[in-house]
């Protein structure tokens, strides 16, 4: 629809999937440092299987997941990276801080998303306990790393 590929997941081309050209930015909150510093882990070994140069790949530490969108909206400004990623786990706790945090650290990354039209992989994990983060820290960090390979290939196809 369009001239927009439709495709299925299971068959992406090589293309798609190509990080050789792409410059990426990552933004990882400390908070819960083991769990987001796994999923850097996974990011960063998966950008290079796609061909990410190390050099490629600048990496940035925040306080918490509620500043990860104003240093994504620093790295968008510098109009180098062809996608960002964010990393990050907030596991609830007793009181309404989880929704507050995780509702607008989301938006906050929705939102420079659409203002910079730069694709952002949302690796900022939302769980109950400390076992789903576990759970989900290397597959989101390595899911990651291919959403921003493949959006950053499709919007440089689409402009």
């Given amino acids: 629809m369009f001239g927009v590929e439709k495709s299925d997941p ?19 909150a400390r908070f819960n440092e083991d769990i987001t510093n796994a999923l850097a882990q996974a990011c960063h070994g998966e950008l290079e299987a796609l061909g990410v140069q190390a050099k490629h790949i600048d990496h940035f530490t925040v306080p918490g997941a509620l500043e990860v969108p104003a240093a994504l909206q620093a790295l968008a400004e510098k109009d180098t990276y062809d996608a960002l990623i964010a990393l990050g786990c907030i596991i609830r706790g007793e009181t309404y801080h989880f929704e507050l945090v995780a509702n607008e650290s989301g938006a906050g990354v929705s939102r420079v998303a659409l203002d910079y039209k730069l694709p952002i992989a949302n690796a900022i994990l939302t769980v109950e306990n400390l076992a789903q983060a576990q759970a989900r820290q290397t597959i989101n960090g390595t899911e990651a790393a291919r959403v921003a390979v493949e959006m950053a290939n499709l919007l440089n196809d689409l402009s």
């Fill in 10 to 28: 299971k068959t992406l081309s090589a293309h798609k999937l190509d990080g050789k050209k792409l410059y990426i930015g990552i933004v990882q």
